[in-house]
Nanobody, 127 residues
Framework: QVQLVESGGGLVQAGGSLRLSCAASGRTFSTYAMGWFRQAPKKEREFVAA????????YYGDSVKGRFTISRDNANDTVYLQMIRLKPEDTAVYYC????????????????????WGQGTQVTVSS
């Protein structure tokens, strides 16, 4: 079992920044890979960012490339999502997720590749 708890969401003006955190527990952190997704009202859940299985590679959704950065603190079993130059269309509930086995590059962005999910944290970007 892996427990994931997100934090750091809030209300920010367009052009601003936020850093989301996801604290993991329940299983050795290095034995799974982490990712971030988001879901806006009336839209499907969207891939945001993820680590490759080794932890050295990172992947990003097209809409956030160059603005969002995923990182991890292995000492504290925490994954971060640094978001800059935020836009109103970034407004969504952000979820972190963990996958317990390797995936191909094309599978990394798929929701079905992930085994555990956090409860989500709301990010609202005002114009």
């Amino acid at each position: 079992q892996v427990q994931l708890v997100e934090s750091g969401g809030g209300l920010v003006q367009a052009g601003g920044s936020l850093r989301l955190s996801c604290a993991a527990s329940g299983r050795t952190f290095s034995t799974y890979a982490m990712g971030w997704f988001r879901q806006a009202p009336k839209k499907e859940r969207e891939f945001v960012a993820a680590f490759g299985w080794s932890g050295r590679s990172t992947y990003y959704g097209d809409s956030v490339k160059g603005r969002f950065t995923i990182s991890r603190d292995n000492a504290n079993d925490t994954v971060y999502l640094q978001m800059i130059r935020l836009k109103p269309e970034d407004t969504a509930v952000y979820y972190c997720a963990a996958r317990l086995s390797p995936r191909t590059i094309t599978e990394v962005p798929a929701e079905s590749s992930y085994d555990y999910w956090g409860q989500g944290t709301q990010v609202t970007v005002s114009s």
